[in-house]
């Protein structure tokens, strides 16, 4: 089965950088990891999606309060995918997690374990 392995997070000020790893394994086909997306959850806050990739990296979205600050990528022959944030904000702190969605598939529903990013102004 799909395992996900998120990493990368840290503890910055405002206006730092942090780049996030999520790294796929267990899979037999591609297709089980088409889309991958990263999440965040804050204290007492619904979980968020942040940005999502799909297929080869060709297609991307991002929620409307990361864009120009977040990128997400996918490494080009390995399961990785990256999700690069800059000017980061004390809002931006939250656990993030990695998520996959095969090709046929509506929902994400393999989930890395999470890894917490704190911003401090």
């Known amino acids: 089965s799909v395992e996900l392995v998120d990493t990368g997070g840290g503890s910055v000020q405002a206006g730092g950088s942090l780049r996030l790893s999520c790294v796929a394994s267990?899979?037999?086909?591609?297709?089980?990891?088409?889309?991958i997306g990263w999440f965040r959850q804050a204290p007492g806050k619904e979980r968020e999606q942040v940005a999502t990739v799909e297929g080869f990296g060709r297609t991307t979205t991002y929620a409307d309060s990361v864009k120009g600050r977040f990128t997400i990528s996918r490494h080009t022959t390995d399961p990785i995918v990256y999700l690069q944030m800059d000017n980061l904000r004390s809002e931006d702190s939250a656990v993030y997690y990695c998520a996959a969605r095969g090709v046929f598939e509506h929902q994400y529903n393999r989930w890395g374990q999470g890894t917490q990013v704190t911003v401090s102004s």
């Open positions: 267990g899979f037999t086909r591609r297709a089980e990891i088409h889309n």
